[in-house]
């Protein structure tokens, strides 16, 4: 065992690069480390700290450049930011875009061997990483959307109810005028009448969180750092200073982001996917990469475009004529409307409705 770490001390070096796959977990991580040709150690740290790591890697190896890696994910971008500042290479590289190897075994020890030697092969995508002042914006955003979804979950409940007793107020369209005819309810039992008032209490508490932060997201489009695109997609009829705020938040916060328009689409899962061999091409659905959310948040805001922009209804005419599909024809006109929005950031000009391109 002496004689084999004496080697190991021996091969290291002359080695130059070592490769660091983590991964993050709530409670521990598991961290492998290796050279381009061999994996050195995996080892689990249960008090997790960029700080302790680096202290680690600085001990073991102390010759050595350091890569690491990590997903995406809860742990956000704490871990980046530290080794980032330190001059290290790291990456935060999307669950979803890792190559499939077919192995039906999945540990953590796995992952982290998995990150590593993927790293060392140079095969893993990485997330661009937004700065500090953006994630604080698009937190805002995200604890906007998040009230939106409760109170529509709390709606829901309630309408449940009251088809469930067959009451006629049931097909009604909620909102706080209705609210007050649906205090008036009292059920056979005291307690369903108190569970039902309890409901109608959050329904109301969520519709005033939502009506503040919408203004915290709509406050956000006068920030220095922002304001100049949210103001040139403002002007789109149909989005919205909020649905702005959060186009430019998710997609343009830096103009070099995206080389082409080609890569917004992709980064956003709306662009066809194809299968073609030889002389034979094959377009199919669209590839559903990236935010499932924040796509379907732009083809409802392509929804309501659609209604204002000549050449965009014209797309959604085409589309539907060939597929007879409202699905593949707003689809292609979110897809559309996409590329406008990043030609006007790319290029600093105006959103000229009815323009072909």
């Not at 796959?21 to 991580?29: M, Q």
């Not at 309630?158 to 369209?173: E, N, Q, T, V």
């Not at 109608?200 to 304001?227: A, M, P």
Request: glycine share 6%.
């Amino acid at each position: 065992m002496k004689n084999s770490k004496q080697n190991l001390k021996a091969e290291l070096t002359y080695v130059k690069d070592l490769y660091i796959g983590i991964d993050v977990h709530k409670n521990k991580w598991v961290v492998t480390v290796r050279s381009y040709n061999l994996e050195l150690h995996t080892f689990s740290m249960s008090e997790a700290t960029a700080e302790k790591l680096h202290e680690h890697l600085k001990n073991s190896y102390p010759h050595q450049t350091y890569h690491l890696v990590y997903e995406a994910g809860f742990s956000g971008y704490g871990l980046y930011d530290y080794f980032h500042a330190q001059g290290i290479d790291i990456i935060v590289t999307p669950p979803n875009r890792l190559p499939k190897d077919g192995s039906r075994v999945k540990t953590d020890r796995t992952d982290s061997r998995k990150l590593a030697f993927l790293l060392s092969r140079g095969e893993l995508k990485r997330v661009c990483v937004p700065d500090k002042e953006i994630r604080e914006y698009r937190s805002v955003v995200k604890i906007h959307d998040s009230t939106k979804k409760e109170l529509k979950r709390i709606s829901q409940r309630i309408k449940s109810l009251l088809h469930f007793y067959g009451h006629p107020l049931a097909r009604h369209k909620m909102n706080m005028k209705l609210v007050k005819q649906l205090r008036e309810i009292e059920f056979n039992t005291e307690e369903l009448t108190y569970a039902f008032k309890n409901l109608l209490d959050q329904y109301e508490f969520y519709v005033q969180r939502l009506k503040e932060t919408k203004k915290l997201v709509v406050s956000l489009s006068k920030k220095e750092r922002i304001s100049h695109e949210v103001k040139k997609i403002d002007k789109v009829k149909g989005i919205g200073t909020a649905g702005a705020v959060k186009i430019v938040v998710k997609l343009f916060d830096t103009v070099e982001r995206f080389p082409t328009s080609g890569g917004v689409t992709h980064y956003v899962g709306i662009t066809p996917s194809e299968h073609s061999s030889g002389s034979k091409e094959r377009k199919g659905g669209i590839t559903h990469i990236g935010d499932r959310e924040f796509r379907a948040f732009i083809i409802q805001i392509a929804w309501n475009v659609v209604r204002y922009d000549p050449a965009l209804t014209e797309k959604f005419e085409s589309v539907y004529s060939r597929t007879h599909s409202k699905n593949k024809a707003i689809v292609a006109v979110a897809r559309k409307l996409l590329v406008r929005l990043y030609t006007i950031i790319k290029k600093d000009e105006a959103y000229m409705p009815g323009l072909l391109i």
